[in-house]
T-cell receptor, first 115, second 115 residues
């Protein structure tokens, strides 16, 4: 079984500051890793995903994430945030061996960007 | 064009009633999902269909019954609604039947309130 822990429920940050949203996972099998974003009153949208290869993954809107297998982490970063980045961010995993597409989500992190 | 659409967007009903939520995707995807997002924004998968075949059925009360008339539609019927069913329900779809690495595209959600 897999589980995902997002270490911060809320992250307040000022506009143009850097931000890191932390994600750790637990799994007995290899996993794919995802970050999704949910803007207010909307559905989720994929930011980026790690499948294999380079551990640094770049996504949309200037976000990137780094997969660290030894620390079972997949932290999301952005060097300079905008007001429009205010949203809920979800880290998720799915097992390599799964053929169902089942995603296990973390609890979410609310990013609040202040002017 | 909306990729994944859900109707209705809001649903307010009394305990004990039966209600349905409809989902349609025009992306040509083979797999569709239903997720439940509770008041703490935690997302959990409920069901998944691949080409009209049920492939994920999590520990959901049997008052919830998904129906897939074709691979572009996945509806959710809920019998004997309870207060605890109040949540936001998201439909999603992804390409391919065997890819746990595929991006899932989410609908805008249906906010169900049971009084």
């Amino acid at each position: 079984a897999q589980s995902v822990t997002q270490l911060d429920s809320q992250v307040p940050v000022f506009e143009e500051a850097p931000v890191e949203l932390r994600c750790n996972y637990s799994s007995s099998v290899s996993v794919y890793l995802f970050w999704y974003v949910q803007y207010p009153n909307q559905g989720l949208q994929l930011l980026l995903k790690y499948l294999s290869g380079s551990t640094l993954v770049k996504g949309i809107n200037g976000f990137e994430a780094e997969f660290n297998k030894s620390q079972t982490s997949f932290h999301l970063r952005k060097p300079s945030v905008h007001i429009s980045d205010t949203a809920e961010y979800f880290c998720a995993v799915s097992a390599h061996s799964s053929n169902t597409g089942k995603l296990i989500f973390g609890q979410g992190t609310t990013l609040q960007v202040k002017p | 064009d909306t990729a994944v659409s859900q109707t209705p967007k809001y649903l307010v009903t009394q305990m004990g009633n039966d209600k349905s939520i409809k989902c349609e995707q025009n992306l040509g995807h083979d797999t569709m999902y239903w997720y439940k997002q509770d008041s703490k924004k935690f997302l959990k998968i409920m069901f998944s269909y691949n080409n009209k075949e049920l492939i994920i059925n999590e520990t959901v009360p049997n008052r919830f019954s998904p129906k897939s008339p074709d691979k572009a539609h996945l509806n959710l019927h809920i019998n004997s609604l309870e207060l605890g069913d109040s949540a936001v329900y998201f439909c999603a779809s992804s390409q391919g039947g065997s890819g746990s690495y595929n991006e899932q595209f989410f609908g805008p959600g249906t906010r169900l309130t049971v009084l």
